[in-house]
Structures are given as C-alpha cells and as structure tokens.
C-alpha cells in the first residue's frame, strides 16, 4: 500500500519562506516522478512542480523562479522549497507519485495522492 503524508504547512506573511514536506512508503520511491499540486477554495486542482527520477524538474507559471521541488531517494522524501510567498499562493497542497518514472503536469499522470498539507500567505 503506498502512502504520501505531507507536512510544514502553516500560516506566514507574504514575502515569507516555507518549506514542504512528503513522506512515502509502499514502493520504490526513486523509480517514480513525483509532483505537488495544489487547489484554492472553489478553484481546480492545479499544477505546481514536478520531478524526474533523475531530477528533471517543471513548475508552473506561477511559481517558476520562487518555489524549487527537490526529492531525497535515501529518504523516501519529496521536498517543496517556496519562497517570496504570496497570498494567491494559499492553497492545500498536495503531494501525487507518478505512475512513471517522468515528471508530468498532468493529473491523470499520477496514481497516488497525499491528504495535503494548508499554506496559508496573508497580506
């Protein structure tokens, strides 16, 4: 059974720092894209970053040259670096493993989800 748990969500100030966690087990992490998400109230599930098992990375428009995803295979953990935060970067963020070793924007590309963790940017 492979299990994604989040954490180091919270509430900060805009032009603060956080940092992501996610935790797996279940199957062999370094084998596997893996990607963050997020979704607003009212709003769609929404593409943040991606990782290759090799490391090729992807962001979003909206967070490209702010937030950096990184992974440690020794750790089984996939890691979301956001800095200068912005309060239309309040979301629940989630955590997805890929079905293949790519790194995807696309949704339907990922077999796994984590709860997801809250970031909160206030003004």
């Known amino acids: 059974q492979v299990q994604l748990i989040e954490s180091g969500g919270g509430l900060v100030q805009a032009g603060d720092s956080l940092r992501l966690s996610c935790t797996t087990s279940g199957r062999t992490f370094r084998n596997y894209g893996m990607g963050w998400f997020r979704q607003a109230p009212g709003k769609e599930r929404e593409f943040v970053a991606a990782?290759?098992?090799?490391?090729?990375?992807y962001y979003g428009d909206s967070v490209q040259g702010r937030f950096t995803i990184s992974r440690d295979n020794a750790k089984n953990t996939l890691y979301l670096q956001m800095n200068s935060l912005k309060p239309e970067d309040t979301a629940v963020y989630h955590c997805a493993a890929g079905s293949t070793s790519r790194a995807s924007r696309v949704l339907g590309d990922y077999a796994y989800w984590g709860q997801g963790t809250q970031v909160t940017v206030s003004s």
């Open positions: 990782i290759s098992w090799r490391n090729s990375t």
